[in-house]
Each structure stands twice: as C-alpha cells, then as structure tokens.
Nanobody
Framework: QVQLVESGGGLVQAGGSLRLSCAAS????????MGWYRQAPGKQRELVAT???????NYADSVKGRFTISRDVAKNTVYLQMNSLKPEDTAVYYC??????????????WGQGTQVTVSS
C-alpha cells in the first residue's frame, strides 16, 4: 500500500550530524504511524523514533535530546535529524510505516535502508 525510499545516510565523525529522509508514495496522513528503526550488525532491529499521523512523537531513550523526527506533509516525507552522533549509532536505518486494517491489525512497510556509520 505504500513504498518508502530512504536517503541521507553516510559516514560521519562522532559529534557530527546527518539528516535522513524517507519519501513515501502516498500521503503520510493516510499512514497511522511512521518511524525510523535501526539495526546494527549482530543485533536486533530497534525502534529509534516514531511520528503518528496526528503529529505525536516518541523516541528511544538512547536518542532523546539528540535526534528529532519531523515531517513535510506536502512532500510526503519524514525526516530524522541526527545530532551529536555517537559510534553506537552506527547501523542501517530503516523507514517504517504502520497502517491499520479494518480488523484492527497493523501492517508494516519498510524502506530499503540507509547506512549510517559514525567513526570514533
């Protein structure tokens, strides 16, 4: 029901910043929750930040105060501004969309991922 394309990853030094973008194929108002997850080598995929269609935001404790999730409705795009990056932020970052069905269950849609590498 939706295609997601991430961009903006790269290699930065500790303390630096990156902004990730996730372009959706349809209005983000029609998506119940959009968010960013990350997966480091050998680790489980973990939630980083979410933004609901109404605008409410949630963050993992590890990124609070450093990362900001935002959106541009006109561009169907969600962003993740990452500041004060740490080596432990190194991971593949995935854009996620959750869409609820008539039955009340959620379906997940994922982008292809973008690599973020933070050097010491």
């Amino acid at each position: 029901q939706v295609q997601l394309v991430e961009s903006g990853g790269g290699l930065v030094q500790a303390g630096g910043s990156l902004r990730l973008s996730c372009a959706a194929s349809r209005s983000i108002f029609s998506i119940n929750v959009m968010g960013w997850y990350r997966q480091a080598p050998g680790k489980q995929r973990e939630l980083v930040a979410t933004i609901a269609s109404g605008g409410s935001r949630n963050y993992a404790d590890s990124v609070k105060g450093r990362f900001t999730i935002s959106r541009d409705v006109a561009k169907n795009t969600v962003y993740l501004q990452m500041n004060s990056l740490k080596p432990e932020d190194t991971a593949v970052y995935y854009c996620n969309a959750k869409i609820v069905s008539y039955s009340g269950s959620y379906s997940d849609y994922w982008g292809q991922g973008t690599q973020v590498t933070v050097s010491s």
